[in-house]
């Protein structure tokens, strides 16, 4: 065996034995366990591994059959990747939380870029929310977050950057405070932050049943934009090119604050 | 003395001795404590000019004297690395202290360092002592041995220690070039006898997009 074993008080040594299956090594990197199977991850997120694992984009032509029944997202197909083969595998995140989730039969809905990765017994699909995927299944997930996961039970009202994901839940809208639409005033100080805007005027609200996923900070990890969603109409963020990411509110067309029909709007006309 | 305090603080207990840190990383200290800053950090006028030809370059400051003496990087979290004779290998940036009994120096790393974007060289330590490590979250220690060989991703490589051969693989076919990659087209394979710390976090390299 190695002659370079654990030092008295230095820091833990894993070798393929002592890494965990399927669990977190420490708060920010969790390891896989594969055996002769398939996990789908983010590109570029694995960052260590033992063993014979091998990795394919999703349009590799044999996952054809796995895509199928897993993966219905070509919106994000281009992120995505699937590790095939024996072997322990480590995936981490910007040294962001990183945590695993069971999904009995459920369904969880999470922002597209906090999604690390998820075993192919759960299946993907793009949430009708724009920069949202929805999980459907029985199986395991990771998810990193900037800061650890507050879980919540509706009726609540989150912050929209805090906002991580939601379970069972079907009804996320947005909610205005009243003083932020009524008035002249209340627009100009939406508008400008002049004369005392909190910033916490637009908010998410969820009702019914379920949990909702929120992160202790409102800084919003990066994700990749990587196409839209088909140009039709009555589909969300659908409205054409959305060049700007497809953020919770950014759908269709960027707009400036202020334009000609939300003062209008404002002003009652 | 090196010893921890939180993750992302290092104190050093001193009585008399020296160690070697890098310049401007001290955040506190008391007792007595004189800072001298080493031009190509102590390894001579032969290590400087390796040191200058090789971009591998390092500003270090010897530390001397009684007390305690606390370091601290960007509030990057600290891994200790003890050696007993045996050789670290670790980027220049990444490595915050180490024993003044410890000697440095450059060695090239091949490609690896290329696809990186870090260079074709990296910082060795050796000897008998202790040396402090940053990283971007905390490092995983993981064991190479023969039965049992390691590939990482070379934006999360921080450092690796012992009798270790890597190899650099690459897995770019034509799928990478039309954008359906594996993501994951850079590797590097560590095999033989020693320890690859990890960071839980990728650098931006030039292999990180493909």
Redesign the interface.
């Known amino acids: ?4 074993g654990t ?2 008080a ?7 034995v002592t890494l965990p299956a399927d669990d977190n ?5 969790f390891c896989v366990e594969l055996r002769d199977g398939q996990w789908f991850l ?3 997120k ?5 063993g014979a ?8 032509g044999r996952l054809d059959r796995l895509v199928r029944t897993s993966f219905h997202s070509p919106l994000h197909a ?1 992120d995505w ?1 699937v590790a095939a083969g024996s072997g322990k595998m ?1 995936l ?4 962001f939380d ?1 945590n695993s989730y069971d999904l009995d039969d459920g369904n969880l809905t999470i922002r597209a870029g906090n999604l690390l990765a998820f075993q192919p017994s759960l299946a993907l699909k793009q949430s009708i929310v724009p920069g949202f995927l929805t999980l459907i299944g029985t199986g395991k997930f990771v998810a990193a977050s900037n800061g650890p996961v507050v879980f919540m039970e509706p009726p609540i009202r989150v912050d929209p950057q805090a906002l991580v994901g939601w379970a069972d839940c079907p009804s996320p809208c947005h909610h205005y405070d009243h003083g932020y639409m009524a008035g002249v005033l209340g627009g100009l100080r939406a508008m400008t932050g002049l004369g005392g805007a909190s910033g916490e005027e637009h908010q998410f609200e969820f009702v019914g049943a379920g949990t909702v996923l929120l992160q202790s900070t409102e800084t919003l990890m990066d994700e990749v934009a990587t196409g839209s969603v088909p140009p039709e109409p009555g589909v969300p963020g659908g409205g054409g090119t959305a060049p700007g990411g497809h953020g919770p509110q950014s759908s269709g067309a960027p707009r400036l604050p202020g334009q000609l029909g939300d003062l209008q709007r404002r002003f009652g006309l | 003395m090196f010893r921890l305090q939180g993750s992302k603080v290092l104190a050093v207990d001193m009585t008399g001795d020296a160690v070697k840190a890098k310049n401007g990383s001290m955040v506190a200290y008391d007792g007595q404590m004189t800072f001298k800053k080493l031009s190509g950090g102590g390894e001579g006028l032969r290590g400087m000019v390796t040191r200058r030809l090789t971009g591998e370059q390092m500003t270090v400051m010897e530390v001397k004297g009684h007390g305690t003496c606390w370091f601290a990087d960007r509030a990057s979290e600290i ?4 050696l007993q004779g ?1 050789k670290l290998y670790v980027e220049a940036g990444n490595l915050l202290a180490t024993d003044a009994g410890l000697r440095t120096g450059t060695t090239f790393t091949g490609l690896r360092g290329a696809s990186q974007g870090n260079g074709l060289f990296t910082t060795t330590v050796e000897g008998h002592g202790q040396a402090a490590i940053v990283s ?10 023969p039965q ?6 070379p ?2 490589y921080v450092a690796h ?2 009798d270790v051969r890597q190899t650099f693989q690459s ?1 770019v076919t034509f ?1 990478t070039l039309v ?6 087209a850079f590797q590097i394979r560590f095999e033989g ?4 710390y ?5 650098r931006n390299t030039i292999a ?1 997009d493909v």
Request: hydrophobic fraction near 35%.
């Open positions: 065996m190695s002659t370079y030092p008295g230095g820091p833990v040594v894993y070798d393929p090594v420490n708060g920010y990197t983010q590109k570029g694995m960052i260590a591994y033992y694992i091998e990795f394919n984009g999703i349009g590799h281009s990747v480590l981490a995140d910007r040294a990183v | 891994n200790l690395v003890r045996d971007d979250g905390p490092a995983v220690v993981l064991r190479v041995s049992y060989p390691l590939i990482v991703d934006g999360a220690q012992g897995g799928r954008g359906e990659g594996g993501g994951e006898d020693g320890l690859v990890v960071q839980p976090s990728e990180g």
